[in-house]
């Protein structure tokens, strides 16, 4: 065991002198692959995806069931019940709760946490409601399962008018909606506010007592006048044509001018002399949205996953600009969230922050060593930075609040690696040894202690990451920037920082 570790020690230190030695003695190479990093990097950070908040599952679902006029106790043996009884045959749940009101039973589904693909399990859950449906009482709705409840709405566009009618607003809000839909990094556009149009017919009960008539025969003479049923084709030589049948209602007024039988009668009336038949929206509304004090509908856009909220906030915002030019006076668009410009706050302090963390490690090394060793170890920083972004990138790690803590993090520790081969370089050359031996001796004397000293500190985070929990998921990748930036300062402590010092740094020799 002890022979095997020492031939690895060998080879990983043979690894390091060639490394070191190729850096130091192709410097051109070396120098040529730092100003390609640079570049790849700078491009890099400039087109990666940015979120205010790392991607991760969501497991919550809700199941939910109407069944108008039902009691909640009805509601909840009717309806809650079977449907529970019917999820918990799933093994992947971990919880159930449910809710039963007057008329609608919600139940809200938990997965447990170390399932990662949810969308086979949510088909399942559906395929099992759809099962049971048979067996509810009748008059019961559907059942909905709604799978998109962690859906993050990063973007919100409240649309409010003076002195115009509820329909025009719609209709600017779908509109807008709309245009939304068209660019490409826009997953979902949800409206909220809309309220739900309907064709209202308005009766007096006692003329239609008189004339023989009960709410369920107007109802039963409505439903059976605008039914669609295929007229049939012709066929003669090549030629073929389509029978399609009338009597269907395409406006309010066929439907104000539809007769309406009388019965043990042979006479007719139009249901415009019996009813009010309008066009309206349902009242009271299922929810009410107001804006800056006014009562309007807010378009949500949702961003694709892995997209750039940023240049989704352009997008958007020269959208509006279009359409404010555009629409009458009156109308206006306010802006109730809008994520890219915290995103783009995010991403400026972080490079404040680095800017910052150059300048006082340099004023640092400066002060205590010179300008040349400050600049020797300050030049590993902005390095390291962009090999990690390309890394990230590489591994499908964006720009959020959590990897950008993780690069603000690693900023305090990763010059520890660049100033002990500064230091044990100029121990080195301080006892009369060549700049080249020097560089190329500790090296092979330090890529164990500074590989297991980066690797000890990204272990510190490594319970983030092991954790089966939301939690974990959502700030994993901390431990995976932190390692990403450590390691990356190790192998550039092990080329960069040997071959600045040949070059830069001037010792004297002790006696």
């Known amino acids: 065991m002890g022979a095997r570790l020492n031939y690895l020690l060998t080879l990983v230190a043979g690894s390091s ?8 003695e192709k410097y051109q190479l070396t120098l040529l692959l730092t100003l390609a990093l640079i570049i790849t990097g700078v ?58 009101k007057t008329g609608i039973s919600t139940i809200t589904v938990n997965l447990k946490d170390r399932y990662k693909d949810l969308q086979p399990i949510w088909d399942k859950l559906k395929s099992k409601v759809d099962k049971i449906q048979g067996e509810l009482p009748s008059g019961v709705e559907t059942s909905v399962v709604d799978d998109e409840v962690g859906d993050i709405f990063g973007i919100a566009i409240g649309v409010v008018n003076d002195g115009f009618t509820y329909a025009e607003q719609k209709q600017l809000a779908d509109e807008l909606r709309d245009e939304l839909l068209k660019i490409d990094l826009v997953a979902k556009v949800e409206l909220y506010g809309d309220q739900e149009e309907r064709i209202f017919v308005e009766y007096n009960s006692a003329q239609l007592t008189e004339l023989g008539l009960s709410p369920e025969y107007l109802g039963d003479i409505l439903q059976q006048k605008n039914i669609i049923i295929p007229g049939g084709r012709i066929k003669r030589g090549t030629v073929r044509a389509n029978i399609e049948t009338t009597g269907n209602i395409n406006s309010l007024d066929e439907l104000q001018r539809t007769l309406v039988a009388l019965p043990d009668s042979n006479q007719v009336i139009a249901l ?8 309206g929206y349902i009242d009271p509304p299922k929810e009410i949205v107001r804006v800056g004090g006014y009562s309007g509908l807010v378009v949500s856009v949702s961003m694709v996953e892995g997209g750039n909220i940023i240049q989704l ?33 995010t991403i400026v ?111 510190a985070f490594l319970p983030i990451a092991l954790a089966e929990s939301t939690t974990g998921e959502y700030t994993a990748p901390l431990f995976k920037v932190v390692s990403i930036s450590l390691l990356f300062s190790w192998v550039v402590s092990l080329t960069l920082i040997p071959l600045l010092t040949v070059t830069f740094l001037k010792v004297k020799q002790k006696s």
């Open 313 to 345: 906030g352009q997008q958007v915002t020269k959208i509006l600009d279009r359409y404010r030019a555009e629409i009458p006076l009156g109308f206006e668009f306010e802006i109730a969230a809008f994520q890219p410009h915290l995103v783009q706050e």
């Open 17 to 24: 002198m060639n490394i070191t030695q190729l850096a130091i």
């Open 349 to 459: 302090s972080f490079g404040v922050n680095l800017m910052r963390s150059v300048a006082i490690v340099s004023a640092v090394m400066v002060l205590f060593f010179g300008f040349r060793i400050g600049f020797v170890i300050a030049s590993l920083i902005p390095v390291t930075v962009l090999g990690t972004i390309v890394i990230m990138d590489g591994l499908d790690v964006g720009l959020d609040q959590v990897s950008l803590a993780g690069l603000m993090i690693a900023l305090g520790m990763l010059v520890d690696n660049a100033i002990v081969m500064t230091e044990n370089i100029l121990v080195l050359r301080e006892k009369r040894i060549a700049p080249k031996e020097a560089a190329i001796g500790s090296g092979i004397e330090l890529i164990m202690p500074l590989l297991v000293s980066s690797l000890t500190t990204a272990a």
């Open 272 to 279: 415009e002399n019996i009813a009010r038949v309008y066009r």
């Open 43 to 100: 491009m890099t950070f400039k087109s990666m995806p940015r979120a205010q908040d790392p991607s991760f599952p969501i497991r919550v679902a809700t199941v939910t069931t109407l069944f108008a006029g039902a009691s909640p106790d009805r509601v909840e043996q009717l309806l809650t019940d079977p449907l529970e009884k019917v999820i918990q045959e799933m093994p992947e749940i971990y919880s159930i709760t449910s809710t039963s």
